[in-house]
């Protein structure tokens, strides 16, 4: 199947783990790719096994903390393919800030990350996406929807993409463009094992300790594969899902029941 054929689609966060694999994912259903991060060989090595027939694939070097970066890589998707249809806001980052310790910069980076990296690229992407069909995916988390101690920054700032679902799938549904998001649980990525491990440390027990009681926390009793989120995503912006949008999925193994 080949779903996506001929659609333009932007991914940010795209060089590894969840990113990667909706990015792969929509590759294999025939779209053209905008795979944006900061690190950019990853990103090169990523489009060149997805270029060997045609460009379909285009790796941007972004910040998405920089609106001038953000602006930049996407006068360069305009240049290369004039227009787009699908973004997927996927680009994040964690880490632990107790609010008896001083961690104001690591708190601002995750806000501006998470939060303020999925405004400006969905408001710079809006310029070159045409009105009816349009879609915009949003990625939060299960910490979206309740609170992990020492991790306020990033629980605040999953919520807040999920205000920003509501507030912009208002605003943009008379221009027929849906605007949906996904609360993953634990997913098998770097981030997850980071995650493991700084919990573990303040536990005082191993990661292998820990990981165990994250599944044992999981209803279905197993981590998620990033390529799971990836097909949700590419349900919510194919046209079976065009009805659906300020809502939010989520994809957590039933984690949020307990």
Excluded at 96 to 121: C, F, H, M
Excluded at 166 to 180: F, M, S
Aim: charged content about 25%; some cysteine.
């Amino acid at each position: 199947m080949h779903r996506f054929a001929d659609k333009v689609v932007l991914v940010t966060g795209a060089s590894r783990g969840i990113g990667r694999a909706i990015a792969e994912a929509y590759l294999e259903e025939g779209a053209k790719v905008a795979l944006l991060a900061r690190t950019l060989p990853e990103l090169e090595s990523l489009a060149d096994a997805w270029n060997r027939d045609r460009r379909r694939a285009l790796a941007l070097e972004c910040d998405v903390t920089s609106r001038e970066s953000v602006e930049s890589a996407l006068s360069e998707l305009r240049a290369s393919w004039g227009t787009l249809d699908i973004v997927v806001n996927n680009a994040g980052i964690s880490g632990r800030t107790p609010i008896d310790e001083d961690a104001l910069e690591l708190w601002q980076k995750i806000l501006d990350v998470n939060l303020t990296g999925s405004y400006l690229v969905s408001r710079a992407a809006l310029e070159l996406m045409t009105s009816g069909g349009g879609r915009i995916i949003n990625m939060s988390s299960v910490l979206g929807r309740f609170g992990v101690p020492g991790y306020a920054a990033y629980c605040a700032s999953k919520h807040g993409i999920l205000g920003f679902t509501r507030a912009l799938a208002l605003e943009l549904a008379p221009r027929g463009i849906t605007v949906n998001a996904i609360c993953p649980g634990w997913v098998e990525t770097d981030m997850a094992d980071k995650g493991i491990r700084e919990t573990a440390e303040v536990l005082g027990i191993t990661a292998d300790e820990f990981r165990d009681q994250a599944i044992a926390g999981v209803p279905l009793k197993r981590f998620l594969d990033p390529k799971e989120i990836a097909s949700l995503t590419l349900y919510l912006s194919s046209d079976e899902a065009s009805a659906i949008t300020g809502q939010t999925y989520n994809m957590c193994g039933g984690q949020i029941m307990n």
